[in-house]
């Protein structure tokens, strides 16, 4: 007799499970990314917003944000 040892383990006995490939841990990890994007593509929007607001132009304020956002990667 084996011994369950993780939660996915625990649920592979459900066919649509194995079909979609779509197990707890590798949903999870998906979602996370899904909420690590969304995140921070609103903060981003958020700074974007703050400096039109403040009167810098429309595409100096894309280029701020993509330098303090995304060019580092």
């Known amino acids: ?8 383990e625990a649920l592979d006995f459900y066919p649509e ?13 998906k979602l996370r990314v899904l909420w690590e ?5 609103n903060a981003a929007a958020f700074r974007y917003r703050q400096l039109t607001a403040h009167g810098v132009s429309a595409d100096e304020a894309a280029s701020q944000v993509f330098a303090e956002f995304y060019a580092a990667r």
């Open 17 to 29: 499970t194995k079909a979609h490939g779509l197990t707890g841990g590798k949903l999870t990890a």
């Open 37 to 41: 994007a969304m995140s921070e593509a």
């Open 1 to 8: 007799m084996s011994t369950i040892s993780s939660y996915d």
